[in-house]
């Protein structure tokens, strides 16, 4: 029993050892460590991944804008030109306006000159025919009782009438 009580004691005096518990404190700070390594180079790895998916979806985006930009910069000397022809077809066409509508009151001055000419000219054929009709009036009852100056009065008055 006394050996046994000397290798307990023993045994008791090597777990209480300082330099034991050191090592076992450097033991379990290695494996905590080693741990936390793990786990950073996990998160590390998931991040390095996200960061080569954004970089390359981003290069891809800066391509497509790049080519956007010389689309559009194209398109953009295009309409440039468009306007300026659209400006040249616009004062073209207000100068056309111009002269139809100047054309249109010229036109309308030689109307109501010719108008006036045909009504002067209406007014005077209605007269004439008035005097013929009333001389046609005189000649056919040449023959009947009437005086010449009655007839002569009568035509003159048909004339006012008609004219």
Known sequence: PWLAEGAF???QRVADNPITKVTQLLTELKAGIEKDGADEQQAYDKYA???ENTLARKAGEISDAKGQIEELQTNLVKLSGEIAVHGAEIKQLKKDIAANIESQRAAT???EKEYAAYEAEKSESE???GALEAAIKVLAGAGTKKGFLETLQEAQLLSVVAG
Do not use: G, L, P, T
Request: aromatic residues 16%.
């Open 9 to 11: 004691f023993r045994s």
């Open 49 to 51: 991944c996200w960061c």
């Open 127 to 129: 007269q004439c025919i």
């Open 109 to 111: 001055a030689i109307r």
